[in-house]
């Protein structure tokens, strides 16, 4: 092998020279896919992420509300929003026009912070809710990140989602904020003299006055049997 390659050192030096220059192109590639992927990393750890989304009230399913909120870690500047659907979509427009009553959603946010959620005006299920749960509409938002770079996202929201949708019983939250209310109140009450506590009482008289009514009892009881007994 050694005389081979002595004898033959310009085959050697050349196929020597192309494993190197293909190890650099490797290396090359490697490290441009790396630096793509750290650069992809700190944008998803800095950007912001607004996101649209249609839900219902925890207490009363036939409202609903629509949400905007930042999942991303960072901030967006300059939001604004556009919400459209079909002409013929009856409900897709009703539902615009009662969103649209948030003044936020005409005049646009200047900031939205991490995990901040932004709620508009409800909608009622109740009224047209024939052509509400077949509604599908789009909320395009608009905003730009730290860096000023633009970003345009688009939600489609179909609202057959909620078809049939129920709750039972009430929410753990709301019922405990419902005994806390009712808790104030009474303390409330107790403290300006509006009611007043209502106490029983029991002394050593009533202890042995109903000590004297159980003898009794057993004495008759006992003598019941005997009588029982003997006949």
Do not use: W
């Amino acid at each position: 092998m050694f005389e081979f390659i002595v004898n033959n050192q310009e085959i050697a030096t050349l196929v020597f020279s192309a494993v190197v220059a293909l190890s650099t192109v490797i290396y090359a590639v490697l490290t441009a896919l790396l630096v793509t992927e750290t650069r992809q990393m700190r944008r998803a750890q800095t950007e912001p992420k607004l996101v649209a989304f249609i839900e219902l009230r925890e207490e009363f399913v036939n409202f609903a509300h629509l949400y905007i909120q930042n999942v991303g870690a960072g901030p967006a500047f300059n939001v604004s929003f556009k919400l459209s659907a079909s002409p013929d979509d009856e409900g897709g427009n009703i539902l615009i026009d009662e969103f649209s009553e948030s003044k936020f959603l005409e005049t646009g946010i200047d900031y939205v912070g991490p995990n901040q959620k932004i709620q508009s005006r409800h909608t009622e299920f109740t009224k047209e809710f024939d052509k509400k749960i077949k509604a599908v509409f789009t909320v395009t938002i608009i905003y730009k990140t730290s860096s000023n770079r633009e970003i345009r996202d688009s939600y489609k929201i179909d609202m057959s989602q909620f078809e049939g949708a129920c709750s039972f019983g009430t929410p753990h939250l709301y019922s405990i904020a419902q005994s806390l209310n009712k808790m104030k109140d009474d303390v409330h009450h107790i403290a300006t003299g509006f009611k007043r506590l209502k106490v029983d009482t029991y002394s050593s008289e009533d202890r042995l006055r109903e000590n004297v009514e159980r003898e009794e009892r057993r004495k008759e009881q006992i003598a019941k049997q005997k009588s029982n007994e003997s006949t």
